[in-house]
């Protein structure tokens, strides 16, 4: 057994698709402060193939040192976009026909185990900042809040660990 080179992992991934939905899901990163944050979030979405991710609201884009330093030149690859109102992007989304998934912990969340995104074409996942969450004016606006599960004593995960655990979990769901 030898380690794969690093030509040799891509000549890999370069050689699967992503799962169809996997391929349509976007990601709406509203308010998200730390660069090093939307770095990590542009490396995750380009290791599962997700299609785009929107920027909103006062989430820093690219071309920036310190979102390099983390996507280690994912932002490259990934489709990305800003638009300055988080509502603007949502109603947007909304028109083309994605299906709007909050990461958030509320009353009606449904743990991520149990969301189902084969029951819709194209599905947004809506990050939020990452002390306060998805800004209040944006909540009416998600079709569904869906939580990671959680067992220890601190209530949250790093919003750029909560981005991959989700769209990993997105990822066994479409396979």
Known sequence: MNKLTTKEILKENLSRTAPKKLSSLKVLV???RSLHNVGSIFRSADAFG???IVLSGY????????????AIGAEEFVEWSYVEEGTEAIEKLKKEGY??????????SVA???????????????????????D???LPLIDRFVAIPQFGQKHSLNVSVAAGVVLYAMLEKLW
């Open 30 to 32: 509203h308010n998200i």
């Open 50 to 52: 997700v299609s785009e």
């Open 59 to 70: 989430s820093p884009t690219p071309p920036r040192p310190e979102i390099n330093k983390t």
């Open 99 to 108: 299906y709007i998934a909050g990461l958030e912990q509320t009353t009606d």
């Open 112 to 134: 991520l185990p149990d969301f189902d995104p084969k029951s819709y074409d194209k599905i947004c996942i809506v990050l939020g900042n990452e002390v306060t969450g998805i």
């Open 136 to 138: 209040d004016e944006l």
